[in-house]
Nanobody, 123 residues
Framework: QVQLVESGGGLVQAGDSLRLSCAGS????????WGWFRQAPGKDREFVAA????????SYADSVKGRFTISRDNAKNTAYLQMNSLKPEDTAVYYC????????????????WGQGTQVTVSS
């Protein structure tokens, strides 16, 4: 059974940092692209960041560019999202996803999803 499990969410103050992890199991994701998405209360799920299997040329939403960094460790079958200078508007449930193909910013193109982890940023 293929699973993605996120961890690392929590309650922090504005300006703080968090690192989210997404551990894959049930298959190798070394040749897959990883993505992070988020959904705030009352809003649609939106793209945050994505990284190709090679780790090169990651893609970011404009709202997080310069503050968030996506990375991966193929040996651990894990993706990460380092979030710095957090803002209250970053509050959301964060989901990781994996797709068996090229990097993508489109949710519907991802094959596997985690259950989500809550990130709450207080002002």
């Amino acid at each position: 059974q293929v699973q993605l499990v996120e961890s690392g969410g929590g309650l922090v103050q504005a300006g703080d940092s968090l690192r989210l992890s997404c551990a894959g199991s049930g298959r190798s994701f070394s040749s897959s692209a990883w993505g992070w998405f988020r959904q705030a209360p009352g809003k649609d799920r939106e793209f945050v960041a994505a990284i190709a299997w090679s780790g090169n040329t990651p893609s970011y939403a404009d709202s997080v560019k310069g503050r968030f960094t996506i990375s991966r460790d193929n040996a651990k079958n894990t993706a990460y999202l380092q979030m710095n200078s957090l803002k209250p508007e970053d509050t959301a449930v964060y989901y990781c996803a994996a797709r068996l193909g090229l990097i993508s910013v489109t949710m519907s193109e991802y094959d596997y999803w985690g259950q989500g982890t809550q990130v709450t940023v207080s002002s």
